[in-house]
C-alpha cells in the first residue's frame, strides 16, 4: 500500500505547510508597524514615497490599512493599529480627549477641490466652494457624496452646513451618498457625469478622469488638515509605543517634513508639510 | 493470528424477515455445516439473497435467531460473500485484494504472495496493475471472488455467480468454485440455474416465497422430489 | 507598483511586487484550501455515513453555507481577532494568517458539502462489500476518502477558487498592506480604486489565467492517477 503511505506524507506536508504560513510572519512582524490612515494618502501615492525612507532610517516597517478616517479611527479605538493618521481634526480631538490616543500631532494639509464635468453644466466655476455648492443644489445637479464617514465626508458635510444647506433634509435624487472610498466616489462621477468633493492627491494621481475636471479649488474652506496620534498604549497596551512615536517623531521632523513636501505628481506638490505652524 | 472460535455451522433457527407488509424470510431453518456445497434454487423472488444476507450477518431477522459457531451477532470473521453485482473498489486489480487481505489482518510481508496466488486461482494471473473497475464483467467477478477468499473464510456464500455471464466465464467461475470446495470451504450459493444446480450441489434448499419447501442432498432432490412444487420447478414450470 | 506599465508588461517582466502578490495570494489561498479541507473533508464523511435527527436540516444548512456572504466572514473574523475582540491577543488581525482563517471559514463549506456528496454516493456502492469485509468506522471513512479522491478534487478545487476569487473578506482582515496582504483581489480593488481601470483588468486577467493553471495541472494530477487506479 504505497498509495497510502504518498497520501499520509502529503497531508503531513500540506499540515506542515499551513503551520508555515500561520506562524512564519509572525517573526518578520517584529520591527513593525500598524497604521491605520485614510484612503487619500495611500491612493495618491503618498506613503509609496516616504515609508522607504523612514524605512531607511529606522528599519521600522509601516504597514498602512487605509480606510476612511471614521473606521481608521475605529481601527485605532479597538487597538487594532499603533498609530493613526489622519484628517478630521474635531474627530481626533475627540480621540484624544476620550483617552484613545495620547497626542495629537499635526503632520500637513492638502486641499479640496470640486470636481465635475469639463462643461460645467452648473455653471459654478471658481473660487467660492460655497456658492457653487449652493448653486449645484438649487439646480438639482448631480453629485456624488462619499458618504463613509471619511474625512472628505466630514469635509463635505461641514461645507454644505457653511452653505446654510441641510443635506440631510434638502437631499434628492440629484445627491447620491455611495458609502464608498475616494476612488470609487471619483469612478462614479466619472461614469454618470456628476459633481463630488474630492482631495487634490487622489485626483491627481485618479486616471480614469473621463469628462471631469476641477471645477473649483483654491477656496481657503477647502484645506485640509491631516494630524497624526499614538494610540494610546494605557488602553491597549499591545500597541508598539517606541516604534509608533518614532514614526510620529519622523513624520514631523524636518527630515519628515521635507519629504513630504518633496512629493510630487506631474511637477505638483501634493501635500504642504505644516508641523510647526501652530494651531494647524 | 485469528481466533480460535469458528464461524460453523451456520444455523437459522425459524427465522423470519418482516419488512413492512411484507414476508421475506417465513420460519427458516437452516443447518449449513462443512462439506459439499449447498445450492439455493427459486424462482426469482423467493428470498435467496435476502437468506444469503443474513447468513452473512449483514441483515437481522425480525424473529428467530442465526448462530455462527453457537455464537449469535458476531461479524463477519471468517465468512465471506460475494455479491451478484459486487462493488470494485477504485483501485488496481491487486490493490483490491490487498485490502481484503490488510481487513482480514494478513501479514503485509504474505502480500504479494498472497495475492499472486488467488489471482492464478481464479485466473487472472497478470492484472495486478488493471484498475479493478475497467475489467468486465467476468473478469470483475473473478476478482471479486479473489477478493473474497482473501479473507480465508470457512464459509463462502455467491449470489448468483453466474448470472449474465456466457458459457466460457461461467465456466472458469464454476470451476473455480470446485477447487475452493475442494479445499474444504464450506460453499453456499444461489441460482436460477437447474443446470448450474446439479453441476455443483450436495445440498438442495429450494425457497418460495421466503419459505423452505424442500431440502435435502442434490442427489435425492434431484431423482425424488418429496412436493408437488420441487417436482413442478425441476420439470420447469412456473412457480408463482 | 508602475503604474505606466501594462499588466502584461508586468508580467512579462516579472515584476517582483507583482510576484510577491502572486504569491501571497497562492499561499493564502492554498493554506485556507488546506485547512479547509482538514476540517470539511471529515466533516462531510461523517455526515455521509452517519444517521442522526436532525441529519437533513444539516445538509441543508450545510449546502446553504457554500454561500457565506464574504465580507459578513470578514467582519465575525475581524471582531474576533481585534485587539478588543477575544481572539485579541493572538495578535494575527492584518496578517495573513488572519487571511487564511477568514478563507478557511468560507471554504469549509464547500469542501465539507461536495464532499458529502461524493462521499455519500460512494457509499451506497461501497457499503455492503464494506461491511461484508468487516470494516471498522474509521476504517470506512478512510477507504471512502481514498477512493473518492478524484472526485474530492473537484471540491478542493471549488474552493480554491472561491478563496482565489474572493475581496470581501480578505480586505477586512488583511487590511490590504502593500507588500504584506495585498492579495490579486485586494490589489484589484485598490487600482479600481484608483481609476486606473487598464491595470485592475490586466491584474483580473492574470488572475483569471493563474486559477486556470492550478486547475489544469489538478485535472491533469486527476486523469493520470484515474489511468492507474480507476
Known amino acids: 500500500m504505497k498509495n497510502r503511505m504518498n497520501t499520509r506524507r502529503s497531508l503531513i506536508a500540506l499540515a506542515a505547510l499551513a503551520t508555515f504560513t500561520l506562524t512564519s510572519p509572525v517573526s518578520a512582524q517584529d520591527k513593525s508597524i500598524v497604521v491605520s490612515s485614510t484612503t487619500s494618502t495611500q491612493d495618491s501615492g503618498l506613503f509609496g514615497h516616504i515609508l522607504p525612507l523612514f524605512k531607511a532610517k529606522t528599519g521600522i516597517d509601516v504597514k498602512v490599512v487605509s480606510q476612511g478616517t471614521g473606521q481608521a479611527l475605529d481601527t485605532g479605538r479597538r487597538g487594532d493599529a499603533d498609530v493613526v493618521f489622519v484628517h478630521a481634526k474635531p474627530q481626533e480631538e475627540k480621540f484624544v480627549a ?4 495620547v497626542k495629537r500631532f499635526p503632520v500637513m494639509y492638502n486641499d479640496f477641490v470640486l470636481i465635475g464635468p469639463k462643461n ?55 445627491y447620491k451618498e455611495i458609502g ?30 473621463g469628462d471631469l475636471a476641477i471645477i ?65 | 493470528m485469528r481466533a480460535p472460535l469458528t464461524d460453523l455451522p451456520v444455523a437459522f433457527e425459524d427465522v423470519s424477515l418482516r419488512i413492512r407488509d411484507f414476508t421475506i424470510l417465513d420460519r427458516v431453518s437452516l443447518h449449513l455445516a462443512p462439506g459439499a456445497p449447498t445450492v439455493l434454487i427459486g424462482p426469482n423472488g423467493s428470498g435467496k439473497t435476502t437468506l444469503l444476507r443474513v447468513a452473512m450477518g449483514l441483515i437481522e431477522p425480525t424473529a428467530g435467531r442465526v448462530t455462527w459457531g453457537g455464537r449469535e451477532h458476531i461479524p463477519p470473521q471468517r465468512r465471506a460473500i460475494v455479491f451478484q453485482r459486487p462493488a470494485m473498489l477504485r483501485r488496481s486489480t491487486a490493490a483490491n485484494i490487498e485490502y481484503a487481505l490488510a481487513q482480514a489482518g494478513a501479514m503485509r510481508s504474505d502480500w504479494p504472495a498472497h495475492v499472486a496466488e488467488l489471482l492464478g486461482l481464479v485466473g487472472l494471473a497478470g492484472f495486478e496493475a488493471r484498475p479493478a473497475r475497467r475489467l468486465s464483467g467476468g473478469e470483475q467477478q473473478r476478482l471479486a471472488l479473489a477478493r473474497a477468499l482473501a479473507r480465508d473464510p470457512e464459509i463462502l456464500f455467491l449470489d448468483e455467480p453466474t448470472a449474465s455471464l456466457d458459457p466460457a466465464a461461467t465456466k472458469a467461475i464454476e470451476d473455480v468454485i470446485r477447487t475452493v470446495a ?3 470451504i464450506k460453499v453456499v450459493m444461489s441460482t436460477h440455474d437447474l443446470g448450474e444446480a446439479r453441476r455443483l450441489a450436495g445440498e438442495i434448499v429450494l425457497l418460495h416465497r421466503g419459505h423452505v419447501v424442500e431440502s435435502g442432498t442434490a442427489a435425492d432432490f434431484f431423482a425424488g422430489p418429496k412436493t408437488d412444487a420441487a417436482r413442478r420447478f425441476i420439470a420447469g414450470e412456473l412457480l408463482i | 507598483m508602475p503604474s505606466d506599465l501594462t499588466a502584461v508588461q508586468l508580467v512579462l517582466s516579472a515584476d517582483p511586487e507583482l510576484m510577491g502578490i502572486v504569491s501571497l495570494s497562492l499561499t493564502v489561498s492554498l493554506a485556507a484550501v488546506a485547512c479547509a479541507a482538514l476540517i470539511g473533508i471529515p466533516l462531510g464523511a461523517l455526515i455521509a455515513l452517519t444517521r442522526f435527527p436532525g441529519r437533513e436540516a444539516c445538509i441543508v444548512v450545510l449546502n ?21 475582540g477575544p481572539l485579541g491577543s493572538w495578535g494575527l488581525l492584518f496578517t495573513p494568517q488572519a487571511m487564511v482563517i477568514a478563507q478557511a471559514i468560507l471554504v469549509t463549506p464547500i469542501i465539507a458539502a461536495l464532499a458529502r456528496q461524493t462521499i455519500e454516493d460512494l457509499w451506497v456502492e461501497y457499503r455492503e462489500e464494506l461491511a461484508a469485509m468487516n470494516v471498522g468506522p474509521l476504517g470506512r471513512i478512510a477507504t471512502l476518502i481514498w477512493d473518492g479522491r478524484f472526485s474530492l478534487t473537484t471540491a478542493l478545487l471549488a474552493g480554491f477558487g472561491r478563496a482565489a476569487a474572493e475581496v470581501g473578506a480578505v480586505i477586512i482582515v488583511g487590511g490590504n498592506i502593500d507588500g504584506f496582504t495585498r492579495t490579486m483581489t485586494t490589489a484589484i480593488a485598490l487600482e479600481t480604486s484608483k481609476g486606473d481601470l487598464p491595470l485592475a483588468i490586466g491584474l483580473g486577467i492574470v488572475l483569471i489565467a493563474i486559477v486556470i493553471v492550478v486547475n489544469a495541472l489538478a485535472w491533469g494530477a486527476r486523469r493520470a492517477g484515474e489511468r492507474f487506479s480507476g
Open chain 1, 98 to 101: 476620550d483617552g484613545f490616543g
Open chain 1, 120 to 174: 460645467d453644466p452648473a455653471g459654478v466655476k471658481g473660487r467660492d466652494i460655497v456658492a457653487a455648492l449652493k448653486t449645484i443644489k438649487e439646480k438639482s445637479a448631480p453629485f456624488i457624496s462619499r458618504g463613509d464617514r471619511s474625512g472628505t465626508h466630514a469635509a463635505e458635510l461641514n461645507l454644505w452646513k457653511i452653505a446654510a444647506v441641510d443635506i440631510a433634509k434638502d437631499k434628492g435624487a440629484w
Open chain 1, 180 to 209: 464608498q472610498g475616494m476612488g470609487a466616489a471619483l469612478n462614479t462621477a466619472s461614469a454618470s457625469n456628476a459633481y463630488v468633493l474630492a482631495d487634490r492627491g487622489t485626483w491627481l494621481s485618479f486616471k480614469n478622469r
Open chain 1, 216 to 280: 473649483v479649488e483654491g477656496d481657503n474652506r477647502l484645506f485640509n488638515q491631516y494630524g497624526v496620534i499614538l494610540v494610546n498604549p494605557a488602553k491597549h497596551p499591545t500597541v508598539k509605543k517606541d516604534f509608533g512615536q518614532a514614526f510620529i517623531d519622523w513624520l514631523v521632523s524636518a527630515e519628515g517634513q521635507k519629504a513630504i513636501t518633496d512629493y510630487k505628481i506631474g511637477g505638483q506638490q501634493l501635500f504642504f508639510a505644516n508641523a510647526t505652524v501652530p494651531g494647524a
Open chain 2, 182 to 184: 475442494a479445499r474444504g
Open chain 3, 64 to 84: 446553504a453555507l457554500m454561500g457565506l456572504p464574504p465580507v459578513v466572514v470578514g467582519l465575525a473574523v475581524y471582531l474576533l481577532l481585534s485587539r478588543s
